[in-house]
């Protein structure tokens, strides 16, 4: 069953990115994906073939002893939870390119972005120190 479990390696101190991580493990009934903050205190001991300053810059995944980048994660992330087809058009040929460059031109900027959208709207996750804070009482100030 390992072989079917999707690890997401992302930016616990984005706002949005962490938003995304929490939805999608609302959706994960089956517990098919494993999320892995980049900036855990011992995350390169633990995952040692992944760069982080890489992973930073682009959203990395391993499925199936599989590396996965960008909006591949996305898709896959999403189909194994059983919302495919909120994400199938990241799929299509012309749309994949252009979903692709506005994808890393987001990742480039993300940290701006999302803290603007959480400092103006609300919409986000807060960060801390110690990993990816949440408000609930049960999820409180831990990495995930």
């Not at 199938?88 to 940290?111: D, S």
């Not at 701006?112 to 103006?120: K, V």
């Not at 709207?121 to 990993?131: E, L, Y």
């Amino acid at each position: 069953m390992q072989e079917n479990i999707l690890t997401i390696f992302y930016d616990g101190n984005c706002p949005l990115c962490s938003l995304e991580m929490e939805k999608l493990k609302q959706h994960d009934q089956h517990n098919r994906i494993r999320l892995e903050n980049l900036h855990q205190p011992n995350f390169e001991q633990r995952f040692p073939d992944i760069n982080v300053a890489a992973a930073l810059k682009v959203l990395h995944g391993k499925y199936q002893n599989k590396r996965l980048l960008a909006l591949d994660v996305t898709h896959r992330a999403w189909t194994l939870v059983g919302r495919g087809a909120w994400v199938a058009p990241l799929q299509f040929p012309v749309i994949k390119q252009i979903a692709h460059g506005g994808y890393l031109l987001l990742a480039r900027y993300r940290r701006p972005i999302s803290h603007f959208i959480h400092q103006r709207f609300g919409i986000g996750i807060k960060t801390c120190n110690k990993g990816t804070c949440y408000e609930k009482p049960n999820n409180t100030d831990h990495w995930r």
